[in-house]
């Protein structure tokens, strides 16, 4: 059987070694007679599986102790509402930075709350690149600055921690968090959600600084309230408990691997294999500005467009996966996070230089 490599966006790839022992411990997790879908998340069980995950995720990450770690519910679409609510802290405006689809939609929410001021905004070149530091205009009674820091769609990545000047910094993660060291003491709240390089859909990572827990809007919800979830260890409602599970196997996949320092390494070995085929060639391009390109997301386009479906339907075939872009930006996309191992891309630049040789 042709070995199958999926690149889809997210829902993701997860580790194979993470997958088999899901399988193996799936109808009875170490001799409990019960799945963890079955289990309450108040029992010793769970909640030791769940202390296990903060515990590596921590590790990995070098969380200090002052930041809360959440395992919350809703993707990280409903952080859009839950950071303008818990970190406006009296307040009326907040700084974002537009540079793609995400960036939009948490803009679009904000302003519901609060006064939204674009610091940034790379709409000029189609979303094809980073807004260097000398361009933003921030403001300095902002609540907080928020950016994302890796567009999925885009495939654009910032490779340098935006300076705000002591106003929160506040980052999306969801598509590359895990997938390089990051200084957690530079920002006052981190989300992502799972789906990516975490786990499965349905569980949102938040970490978040102690100091900005509390005073929140007055009718935010009860979930989604970060004090609230901090004060009841992420139990204030049955938490995703497969889904925490299944990111604990990941967190301890990442530790034996060598952690996240290691899993740089073989990202950069990763998209610098496929960028620098795609560069090579004028029958492919990368429309990213290359300063930031994107070691997750990686889209591209064929010189000849007509091609593109021809070379999907071949692609599937071959056992390659997901690589169609997404509408807005069209072309193909690869994503390559932590999960996807290198013969997965070295079989698609295989694919591709076959693809181009029969059809120039």
């Not at 769970?46 to 990450?61: K, N, Q, T």
């Not at 859009?80 to 405006?93: C, D, E, Q, V």
């Not at 959600?193 to 990572?205: R, V």
Request: hydrophobic share 40%; aromatic share 10%; net charge neutral.
């Amino acid at each position: 059987m042709t070995a199958i490599y999926n690149f889809s966006a997210g829902p993701a790839v997860l580790p194979q070694d993470v997958l088999k022992q899901a399988q193996e411990e799936l109808p009875n997790w170490h001799g409990s007679g019960m799945s963890v879908m079955e289990m309450s998340h108040r029992g010793k069980e769970f909640m030791g599986i769940i202390e296990r995950a903060e515990a590596d995720l921590r590790e990995l990450m070098n969380i200090p102790a002052n930041y809360k770690v959440l395992f919350l519910q809703g993707g990280a679409t409903a952080q859009f509402s839950a950071i303008p609510m818990n970190l406006l802290r009296g307040k009326t405006t907040a700084d974002y930075v537009y540079t793609g689809e995400w960036a939009k939609k948490a803009i679009k929410e904000a302003k519901r709350y609060c006064t939204v001021n674009i610091v940034a905004s790379s709409e000029d070149k189609n979303f094809m690149y980073a807004p260097p530091q000398s361009q933003w205009k921030l403001n300095p009674d902002a609540a907080y600055v928020h950016y994302t820091s890796n567009e999925t769609i885009q495939g654009v990545e910032f490779n340098w921690v935006p300076e705000t000047n002591g106003v929160p910094l506040v980052a999306d993660m969801s598509s590359h968090i895990l997938s390089r060291p990051i200084d957690i003491t530079k920002y006052a709240l981190i989300y992502a959600g799972a789906q990516k390089n975490i786990g499965p859909a349905g569980l949102t990572i938040v970490i978040v600084r102690e100091d900005l827990l509390g005073n929140t809007l007055p009718f935010t919800p009860m979930l989604f309230d970060y004090k609230v979830e901090a004060d009841n260890a992420s139990m204030m409602n049955t938490p995703p408990t497969y889904a925490i599970y299944m990111a604990g196997l990941v967190f301890a996949w990442l530790k034996k691997l060598g952690g996240i320092a290691k899993m740089e390494e073989i990202n950069i070995a990763k998209s610098k294999l496929l960028y620098d085929y795609i560069d090579s060639t004028d029958f492919y391009q990368s429309p990213v500005n290359k300063p930031d390109r994107s070691r997750m997301n990686v889209p591209f386009t064929l010189a000849k467009a007509d091609l593109d479906e021809e070379f999907l339907k071949q692609a599937k075939a071959a056992g390659l996966l997901q690589l169609k872009g997404h509408r807005s930006v069209g072309g193909m996309r690869a994503s390559i996070y932590n999960a996807m191992p290198i013969d997965g891309v070295k079989s698609l630049v295989a694919f591709m230089t076959d693809f181009e040789t029969k059809n120039k």
